[in-house]
Protein backbone atom coordinates (compact mmCIF):
# COMPACT_ATOMS: atom_id res chain seq x y z
CA UNK A 1 0.00 0.00 0.00
CA UNK A 2 1.77 3.50 -0.91
CA UNK A 3 1.59 6.75 1.35
CA UNK A 4 -0.93 8.27 -0.49
CA UNK A 5 -3.08 5.29 -0.37
CA UNK A 6 -2.73 5.25 3.10
CA UNK A 7 -3.25 8.91 3.39
CA UNK A 8 -6.06 8.29 1.56
CA UNK A 9 -7.81 5.54 3.77
CA UNK A 10 -6.85 7.82 7.05
CA UNK A 11 -8.48 10.97 5.71
CA UNK A 12 -12.09 8.55 4.65
CA UNK A 13 -11.74 6.80 8.24
CA UNK A 14 -11.84 10.83 10.16
CA UNK A 15 -14.19 12.34 8.35
CA UNK A 16 -16.27 9.03 9.02
CA UNK A 17 -15.70 9.43 12.84
CA UNK A 18 -16.46 13.26 12.69
CA UNK A 19 -19.98 12.37 10.76
CA UNK A 20 -20.43 9.57 13.39
CA UNK A 21 -19.92 12.42 16.35
CA UNK A 22 -22.19 14.51 14.62
CA UNK A 23 -25.05 11.61 14.13
CA UNK A 24 -24.75 12.19 10.53
CA UNK A 25 -25.32 9.43 7.47
CA UNK A 26 -22.00 7.53 6.75
CA UNK A 27 -23.56 5.32 4.19
CA UNK A 28 -21.46 7.64 1.37
CA UNK A 29 -18.02 7.52 3.20
CA UNK A 30 -18.49 3.77 3.72
CA UNK A 31 -18.54 3.19 0.29
CA UNK A 32 -16.07 5.51 -0.69
CA UNK A 33 -14.03 3.69 2.02
CA UNK A 34 -14.87 0.13 0.45
CA UNK A 35 -14.04 1.36 -3.26
CA UNK A 36 -10.30 2.35 -1.75
CA UNK A 37 -10.30 -0.17 -0.18
CA UNK A 38 -11.44 -2.47 -3.28
CA UNK A 39 -9.03 -0.69 -5.52
CA UNK A 40 -5.99 -1.28 -3.26
CA UNK A 41 -7.17 -5.00 -3.02
CA UNK A 42 -7.14 -4.99 -6.67
CA UNK A 43 -3.92 -3.16 -6.96
CA UNK A 44 -1.95 -5.98 -5.03
CA UNK A 45 -3.56 -8.81 -6.64
CA UNK A 46 -2.79 -7.55 -10.62
CA UNK A 47 1.24 -7.48 -8.89
CA UNK A 48 0.96 -10.82 -7.98
CA UNK A 49 -0.79 -11.36 -11.52
CA UNK A 50 1.89 -9.53 -13.16
CA UNK A 51 4.77 -11.95 -11.01
CA UNK A 52 2.83 -15.46 -12.52
CA UNK A 53 3.05 -13.33 -16.12
CA UNK A 54 6.59 -13.05 -16.11
CA UNK A 55 7.51 -16.19 -15.14
CA UNK A 56 5.04 -17.76 -17.68
CA UNK A 57 7.16 -15.79 -20.38
CA UNK A 58 10.40 -16.83 -18.98
CA UNK A 59 8.97 -20.77 -18.76
CA UNK A 60 7.99 -20.12 -22.81
CA UNK A 61 11.08 -19.03 -23.69
CA UNK A 62 12.69 -21.62 -21.87
CA UNK A 63 10.28 -24.08 -23.48
CA UNK A 64 11.22 -22.54 -26.98
CA UNK A 65 14.69 -22.86 -26.36
CA UNK A 66 14.32 -26.43 -25.69
CA UNK A 67 12.14 -27.41 -28.58
CA UNK A 68 15.14 -25.54 -30.92
CA UNK A 69 17.77 -27.88 -29.38
CA UNK A 70 15.46 -31.04 -29.37
CA UNK A 71 14.70 -30.15 -33.18
CA UNK A 72 18.43 -29.56 -33.80
CA UNK A 73 19.04 -32.79 -32.07
CA UNK A 74 16.12 -35.26 -34.42
CA UNK A 75 18.01 -33.76 -37.42
CA UNK A 76 21.45 -34.92 -36.22
CA UNK A 77 20.10 -37.98 -35.47
CA UNK A 78 18.66 -38.33 -38.78
CA UNK A 79 21.33 -37.42 -40.84
CA UNK A 80 23.62 -39.77 -38.40
CA UNK A 81 21.14 -43.01 -38.90
CA UNK A 82 21.01 -42.46 -42.99
CA UNK A 83 24.58 -42.36 -43.07
CA UNK A 84 24.73 -45.51 -41.05
CA UNK A 85 22.06 -46.79 -43.53
CA UNK A 86 23.85 -46.13 -46.21
CA UNK A 87 27.70 -47.49 -44.67
CA UNK A 88 25.94 -50.70 -43.30
CA UNK A 89 25.60 -52.58 -46.02
CA UNK A 90 29.16 -52.34 -46.80
CA UNK A 91 30.03 -53.12 -43.86
CA UNK A 92 28.21 -56.07 -43.65
CA UNK A 93 29.82 -57.17 -47.21
CA UNK A 94 33.33 -57.21 -45.84
CA UNK A 95 32.08 -60.14 -43.12
CA UNK A 96 33.11 -62.71 -45.53
CA UNK A 97 36.47 -61.36 -46.34
CA UNK A 98 37.47 -60.09 -42.91
CA UNK A 99 37.22 -63.78 -41.75
CA UNK A 100 38.90 -65.27 -44.15
CA UNK A 101 41.70 -63.43 -43.11
CA UNK A 102 41.36 -63.99 -39.29
CA UNK A 103 41.33 -67.41 -40.19
CA UNK A 104 44.77 -67.26 -42.73
CA UNK A 105 46.07 -65.32 -40.12
CA UNK A 106 45.13 -67.99 -37.24
CA UNK A 107 46.49 -71.16 -38.46
CA UNK A 108 45.89 -73.97 -35.86
CA UNK A 109 46.29 -77.00 -38.87
CA UNK A 110 47.35 -80.75 -37.71
CA UNK A 111 51.27 -81.50 -38.47
CA UNK A 112 51.40 -84.26 -41.65
CA UNK A 113 54.73 -85.59 -42.08
CA UNK A 114 56.55 -84.19 -45.10
CA UNK A 115 54.67 -80.84 -45.08
CA UNK A 116 55.36 -77.53 -43.66
CA UNK A 117 54.19 -76.79 -40.42
CA UNK A 118 52.47 -73.71 -39.58
CA UNK A 119 52.24 -72.73 -35.78
CA UNK A 120 50.29 -70.24 -33.76
CA UNK A 121 52.24 -69.90 -30.95
CA UNK A 122 56.31 -69.30 -30.97
CA UNK A 123 56.52 -71.45 -27.88
CA UNK A 124 55.18 -74.27 -29.92
CA UNK A 125 57.61 -73.33 -32.93
CA UNK A 126 60.52 -73.19 -30.86
CA UNK A 127 60.37 -76.52 -28.90
CA UNK A 128 60.01 -77.79 -32.36
CA UNK A 129 62.56 -76.84 -34.37
CA UNK A 130 65.26 -76.32 -30.95
CA UNK A 131 66.78 -79.49 -31.03
CA UNK A 132 67.48 -79.30 -34.93
CA UNK A 133 71.37 -79.16 -35.69
CA UNK A 134 72.28 -76.13 -37.22
CA UNK A 135 74.13 -76.86 -39.95
CA UNK A 136 71.46 -79.30 -41.24
CA UNK A 137 69.68 -75.76 -41.24
CA UNK A 138 69.82 -73.25 -44.32
CA UNK A 139 72.26 -70.46 -43.67
CA UNK A 140 70.08 -67.85 -44.08
CA UNK A 141 66.95 -70.08 -42.40
CA UNK A 142 64.89 -67.58 -40.55
CA UNK A 143 61.34 -68.02 -38.53
CA UNK A 144 59.32 -65.66 -40.26
CA UNK A 145 56.34 -64.10 -38.21
CA UNK A 146 53.18 -61.79 -38.54
CA UNK A 147 54.42 -58.70 -36.41
CA UNK A 148 52.19 -55.98 -35.97
CA UNK A 149 53.54 -52.31 -36.02
CA UNK A 150 53.44 -51.29 -32.76
CA UNK A 151 56.92 -52.38 -31.44
CA UNK A 152 56.72 -55.58 -29.16
CA UNK A 153 53.10 -56.96 -30.15
CA UNK A 154 52.63 -59.98 -32.15
CA UNK A 155 49.81 -60.70 -34.27
CA UNK A 156 48.95 -64.39 -32.93
CA UNK A 157 45.33 -63.40 -32.13
CA UNK A 158 44.81 -60.31 -33.28
CA UNK A 159 43.23 -61.10 -36.64
CA UNK A 160 40.64 -62.76 -35.22
CA UNK A 161 39.62 -60.11 -32.28
CA UNK A 162 39.82 -57.40 -34.87
CA UNK A 163 37.23 -59.34 -36.86
CA UNK A 164 35.22 -60.07 -34.05
CA UNK A 165 35.49 -56.41 -32.86
CA UNK A 166 34.21 -55.34 -36.61
CA UNK A 167 31.38 -57.73 -35.83
CA UNK A 168 30.63 -56.18 -32.37
CA UNK A 169 30.83 -52.77 -34.35
CA UNK A 170 28.02 -53.79 -36.90
CA UNK A 171 25.82 -55.27 -34.36
CA UNK A 172 26.07 -51.66 -32.26
CA UNK A 173 25.59 -49.57 -35.37
CA UNK A 174 22.38 -51.86 -36.25
CA UNK A 175 20.77 -51.50 -33.19
CA UNK A 176 20.39 -47.59 -33.18
CA UNK A 177 17.52 -46.51 -33.46
CA UNK A 178 15.34 -42.52 -33.47
CA UNK A 179 13.36 -43.27 -29.85
CA UNK A 180 11.47 -40.00 -27.75
CA UNK A 181 11.00 -39.42 -24.76
CA UNK A 182 7.97 -38.64 -23.04
CA UNK A 183 7.44 -34.82 -20.78
CA UNK A 184 5.82 -33.93 -17.41
CA UNK A 185 3.07 -32.00 -16.95
CA UNK A 186 3.34 -28.25 -17.20
CA UNK A 187 4.06 -26.56 -13.97
CA UNK A 188 1.27 -24.50 -12.14
CA UNK A 189 0.58 -21.37 -9.49
CA UNK A 190 -1.35 -21.67 -6.93
CA UNK A 191 -3.94 -23.78 -9.49
CA UNK A 192 -3.86 -21.16 -11.99
CA UNK A 193 -2.65 -23.28 -15.21
CA UNK A 194 -0.01 -21.72 -16.88
CA UNK A 195 -1.03 -22.78 -20.66
CA UNK A 196 -5.00 -23.60 -19.91
CA UNK A 197 -5.04 -24.81 -23.52
CA UNK A 198 -3.30 -27.41 -22.16
CA UNK A 199 -4.97 -30.22 -20.19
CA UNK A 200 -3.32 -32.83 -17.68
CA UNK A 201 -3.56 -36.62 -19.29
CA UNK A 202 -3.24 -40.07 -17.81
CA UNK A 203 -0.03 -39.83 -19.62
CA UNK A 204 1.98 -37.64 -17.28
CA UNK A 205 -0.33 -37.78 -14.17
CA UNK A 206 1.99 -38.69 -11.23
CA UNK A 207 -0.92 -40.46 -9.53
CA UNK A 208 -2.13 -42.09 -12.57
CA UNK A 209 1.71 -43.60 -12.58
CA UNK A 210 2.01 -44.36 -8.86
CA UNK A 211 2.70 -48.13 -7.83
CA UNK A 212 -0.22 -47.16 -4.60
CA UNK A 213 -2.60 -45.24 -7.73
CA UNK A 214 -5.64 -48.05 -6.38
CA UNK A 215 -5.43 -46.83 -2.91
CA UNK A 216 -5.01 -43.23 -3.73
CA UNK A 217 -8.40 -43.00 -6.17
CA UNK A 218 -10.18 -45.05 -3.51
CA UNK A 219 -9.34 -42.31 -0.86
CA UNK A 220 -10.37 -39.79 -2.67
CA UNK A 221 -13.67 -41.57 -3.38
CA UNK A 222 -14.21 -41.90 0.00
CA UNK A 223 -13.63 -37.90 0.87
CA UNK A 224 -10.46 -38.25 2.61
CA UNK A 225 -8.39 -34.36 2.41
CA UNK A 226 -6.11 -33.93 -0.38
CA UNK A 227 -3.36 -33.04 2.29
CA UNK A 228 -3.41 -36.07 3.55
CA UNK A 229 -3.28 -38.05 0.92
CA UNK A 230 -0.35 -36.38 -0.42
CA UNK A 231 1.19 -36.56 3.04
CA UNK A 232 0.45 -40.75 3.18
CA UNK A 233 1.90 -41.16 -0.37
CA UNK A 234 4.76 -38.52 -0.38
CA UNK A 235 3.17 -36.80 -3.34
CA UNK A 236 2.09 -32.46 -3.65
CA UNK A 237 -1.30 -31.59 -2.79
CA UNK A 238 -1.53 -29.99 -6.19
CA UNK A 239 -0.21 -33.42 -8.28
CA UNK A 240 -3.03 -34.73 -5.75
CA UNK A 241 -5.77 -32.07 -6.90
CA UNK A 242 -4.84 -32.42 -11.07
CA UNK A 243 -5.31 -36.51 -10.73
CA UNK A 244 -8.65 -35.71 -8.80
CA UNK A 245 -9.66 -33.41 -11.75
CA UNK A 246 -9.00 -35.61 -14.79
CA UNK A 247 -10.22 -38.67 -12.19
CA UNK A 248 -13.31 -37.39 -12.79
CA UNK A 249 -13.75 -36.50 -16.36
Known sequence: MTDNRL???KAIQKRIVDALEKGEDVSKLRNELARVRAEIAAEA???ELQKIAAERHKLR???EAVKVKVQTQGDAIDIFLKARD???PKLQELQEPLKELADMANPSWEANPGKCYLFNDVGVFSASVIDIPKELLPKDFSC???EMIQPGEQSFGKARQAFQYFQYCIGILS???????SVHARPTDDGLLLDTETETTEVNCLVCQHPEREAIDKALTEGVSLRDIASQYGISKSTVDRHKAHLGS
Do not use: N, R, T, Y
Not at 175 to 181: D, E, L
Open 7 to 9: GEI
Open 45 to 47: EVQ
Open 61 to 63: DKA
Open 86 to 88: AML
Open 144 to 146: PSL
Open 175 to 181: SFKKGSM
